[in-house]
C-alpha cells in the first residue's frame, strides 16, 4: 500500500509539497538553534531555543480555525498553492538572515512559516480523507509523517551544517530559495476537487472562528478526547526538542556534528515509528497500542534524564560525533532519543486517522483545525512554562525537566487506556 500511494496522482503531489515544506520550516528552525548555541554562547541558550519553538508555534493558536474555514470553503488544492506562493515570499526573509548572518530576520522568518504552517495543516490532512479510502488513511497518514520527520531530519541537519563558519552563506540561501520554489511546483500536482462545504460563511474575526472551532471539538468526544491526546504529543516533542539538544551540549560537549546527529536520530525514529504503526493497523483504525506508546515515551524520557544528569562538560568544548558514540553515555543518548522518537510516531498516527474518520466530510478540515489550535496552545503553554522553570525563580535543569516530562506521559497513558481505548 505504502508503494502505491506513492505512484497515486492523489497522494503523490500533496506528499512531496508537504515535505519540501517542512524541510524548509526545520532548515530555519535548526540554524536559529545552532547560531544560538554555538556563536551566541551558553548561557540563555535554553530560553533562547524554547523562545523560537514558541514563536514558530503561535501562528497556529490563532491562524487555524481561519485555516480550517478556508479548506472547507474552497477547494484545498488551490488554497495550498496561495501558500506556497506566500512561502517563497517568507524564505526571501530568511535567505536574507542567512546571508547577512542576521538572527532578527530568521525569527521573523521563522514567523511567517509558522503563519503559512498553521493554514496549511487543516489543507493537508482534511485533504487525505477526501483522496484515500478509510483502510488508506493508516498507511498514508504513516507516509506524511514519516515523509515530515525525514524532512525535518534534512532541514536540521542542512540548518546545522549552515551555521557552520566553513559554509558559504550564499550557497544556504540558494538552497532555501530553491527549495520554497520546488514546494510551489509541487503544489501544482495536487489534484483539485471542488470545495467540501461551498456555502460555508469564513469568519473575518480570527478569534471568532477559533472559539466556536474549539467549542465544536469540546461538544463532540470522539473527537475532542483524541484530540487531547494528539495535543500531548505535540507538547511532549516541542519541550523535548528544546531540552535534548541544550542537555546533551551541557552532559557530553557535543559540537555541532553531534547536535545533528540528535536531531538525525529523533528524527529516524519518528518515520519507523510512524510506519510501525500503520503496519500494525493492518488497515483498520485501532488505539490499542497507544497507552503503551505513551509508556514508551516516558521510558526513554527518564532514560535521557538519567543520561544527562550530574555531569558537565568542560566548559567550550567540541566533541566529535565519532568521540561521542564512543562512549556508552552517548550511545545510550542516542538510542534513547531514537526510541522516545518511535514511540512517539506509534503514539500519534493511530490517534489522528481515527480523528479523521471520526470527522464529517464537510467539516473535516475544520476539525483538524480545532485540533491543530489545540496542539499550539498545549505546546505555547508547554514552552512557556518550560522557559519559566528554567529561569533564575526556579532554576530546574534539562534532565529534571525530561524526567518530570516522563512522568506526565505515565499519566497520560492511564488517561488514554481509561477514557479512550476502553470507551
Excluded at 498514508?140 to 551544517?161: P, Q, R
Excluded at 552563506?169 to 503544489?187: C, D, E, R
Aim: glycine share 10%.
Amino acid at each position: 500500500m505504502f508503494l502505491a500511494l506513492l505512484r497515486s496522482p492523489r497522494f503523490a503531489g500533496l506528499f512531496w509539497c508537504q515535505f519540501l515544506s517542512a524541510f524548509n520550516d526545520n532548515f530555519v528552525r535548526n540554524l536559529l538553534a545552532t547560531l544560538i548555541l554555538f556563536r551566541l554562547g551558553e548561557a540563555n541558550a535554553g530560553a533562547l531555543i524554547t523562545l523560537a519553538v514558541g514563536i514558530f508555534i503561535l501562528p497556529s493558536v490563532f491562524l487555524s480555525g481561519l485555516g480550517g474555514e478556508w479548506a472547507d470553503a474552497h477547494d484545498k488544492a488551490l488554497v495550498a498553492r496561495r501558500l506556497k506562493i506566500g512561502e517563497i515570499f517568507v524564505q526571501a526573509v530568511a535567505a536574507a538572515g542567512v546571508w547577512f548572518g542576521a538572527l532578527p530576520l530568521l525569527y521573523v522568518a521563522l514567523f511567517g512559516l509558522g503563519t503559512i504552517a498553521a493554514l496549511f495543516s487543516p489543507v493537508k490532512y482534511g485533504f487525505l480523507p477526501e483522496q484515500l479510502a478509510t483502510e488508506e488513511l493508516p498507511a498514508g497518514n504513516a507516509l506524511v509523517e514519516a515523509a515530515t520527520f525525514l524532512a525535518i531530519l534534512f532541514g536540521l541537519v542542512a540548518g546545522a551544517l549552515a551555521a557552520n563558519k566553513s559554509i558559504a552563506p550564499g550557497f544556504a540561501a540558494t538552497q532555501l530559495m530553491l527549495i520554497a520554489v520546488a514546494a510551489y511546483a509541487t503544489s501544482l500536482l495536487i489534484p483539485t476537487k471542488g470545495a467540501a462545504a461551498p456555502g460555508l460563511r469564513v469568519h473575518r474575526n480570527i478569534l471568532v472562528s477559533t472559539g466556536e472551532l474549539l467549542r465544536e471539538l469540546h461538544a463532540e468526544m470522539k473527537l475532542w478526547r483524541p484530540g487531547l491526546a494528539v495535543s500531548w504529543f505535540w507538547l511532549t516533542g516541542a519541550v523535548a526538542l528544546s531540552l535534548v539538544p541544550v542537555a546533551v551540549r551541557k552532559a557530553t560537549g557535543g559540537g555541532i556534528d553531534v547536535e545533528a546527529a540528535i536531531s538525525g536520530f529523533f528524527a529516524l525514529g519518528i518515520g519507523v515509528g510512524s510506519l510501525a504503526a500503520a503496519k500494525l493497523a493492518h488497515g483498520r483504525i485501532t488505539l490499542v497500542w497507544v497507552p503503551a506508546a505513551a509508556l514508551g515515551m516516558a521510558f526513554f524520557l527518564i532514560v535521557l534524564a538519567w543520561s544527562t544528569y550530574g555531569i558537565a562538560a568542560p566548559h567550550g568544548s567540541d566533541a566529535s560525533l565519532v568521540d561521542f558514540l564512543r562512549t556508552a553515555r552517548g550511545v545510550t543518548i542516542g538510542l534513547a532519543v531514537f526510541g522516545l522518537a518511535a514511540a512517539g510516531g506509534l503514539f500519534v498516527v493511530p490517534l489522528f486517522a481515527a480523528i479523521q474518520a471520526r470527522a464529517a466530510p464537510d467539516k473535516r478540515a475544520r476539525t483538524i483545525a480545532a485540533v491543530n489550535i489545540q496542539n499550539a496552545l498545549f505546546m505555547v503553554a508547554g514552552s512557556l512554562c518550560t522557559a519559566l522553570l528554567q529561569s533564575r525563580v526556579f532554576g530546574l535543569g534539562e534532565p529534571v525537566l525530561l524526567a518530570l516530562l516522563g512522568l506526565g506521559n505515565v499519566a497520560a497513558a492511564a488517561y488514554i487506556r481509561r477514557t479512550i481505548v476502553a470507551a
